[in-house]
């Protein structure tokens, strides 16, 4: 069973342009998150989808992101017009449970966006 | 914000045990204690959960104290690679939690040789 699968591993993006991340959650799993960690910072929160919604956005900046899980597919991060503050790594985590489970959540290796 | 504290950095020799602690004295009735930890840079690698009883798994031991305010991880062999940040995160179950997890700072592992 392959583990959760994000790509790319690395991207570079110059400002202005966009960025987008996927995570192919473990199989069998339809709980995604999504989390950011600057340079030499903590992992932060940002999204919690199931399959075509939204669960909780409380983490996510209010401009320029968006996530989304789609019925069929990965789950994608989009960033638009980034800037130098994007550049972190940004790591996808998937659960089989649904909320209010004590089940582990299972990462990725995580994508590392470098803004020029 | 975390709910939890714990020390920035810890070193241990190799062989040895790792004993790290977590201060959780604002821990409610329907948060369990799990611990991850992230070795240089990679995802977060999930170690063990407990609610109030002891638990041990082929990774690890974790002691909960009997009113729950602090935990303890033991790694009862450390290696070289345990090396790693190790987080101490309090999780809510049940309805209307959506079971995210909140990381803090962490600690820092340092096993030496």
């Known amino acids: 069973n392959a583990g959760v699968m994000q790509n790319p591993r690395h991207l570079v993006r110059r400002r202005g342009q966009e960025a987008r991340l996927r995570c192919s959650p473990m199989?069998?799993?339809?709980?995604v998150y999504w989390y950011r960690q600057l340079p030499e910072e903590g992992l932060k929160f940002m999204v919690y989808?199931?399959?075509?919604?939204?669960?909780?956005e409380s983490g996510m900046p209010k401009e320029r992101f968006s996530a989304e899980f789609p019925k069929e597919g990965p789950s994608i991060l989009r960033i638009q017009q980034v800037v130098r503050g994007d550049s972190a790594a940004y790591f996808c985590?998937?659960?089989?449970?649904?909320?209010?489970?004590?089940?582990?959540?299972?990462f990725g290796e995580g994508s590392r966006l470098t803004v020029l | 914000d975390a709910k939890t504290t714990q020390p920035p950095s810890m070193d241990c020799a190799e062989g040895r045990a790792a004993n790290l602690p977590c201060n959780h004295s604002?821990?409610?009735?329907?948060?369990?204690v799990y611990w991850y930890r992230q070795i240089h840079s990679q995802g977060p690698q999930y170690i063990i959960h407990?609610?109030?009883n002891n638990e041990t798994n082929e990774m690890a031991s974790l002691i909960i104290t009997e009113d729950r305010k602090s935990s303890t991880l033991i790694l009862p062999h450390a290696t070289l690679r345990d090396t790693a940040v190790y987080y101490c995160?309090?999780?809510?179950f049940g309805s209307g939690n959506t079971g995210k997890l909140i990381f803090g700072q962490g600690t820092t592992l340092q096993v030496k040789p």
């Open positions: 985590a998937s659960s089989p449970y649904g909320q209010g489970s004590t089940g582990e959540l299972f």
């Open positions: 199989k069998g799993h339809s709980h």
């Open positions: 989808l199931q399959k075509e919604n939204i669960i909780d």
């Open positions: 604002t821990i409610s009735g329907n948060e369990y």
């Open positions: 407990g609610l109030k």
């Open positions: 995160i309090v999780r809510p």
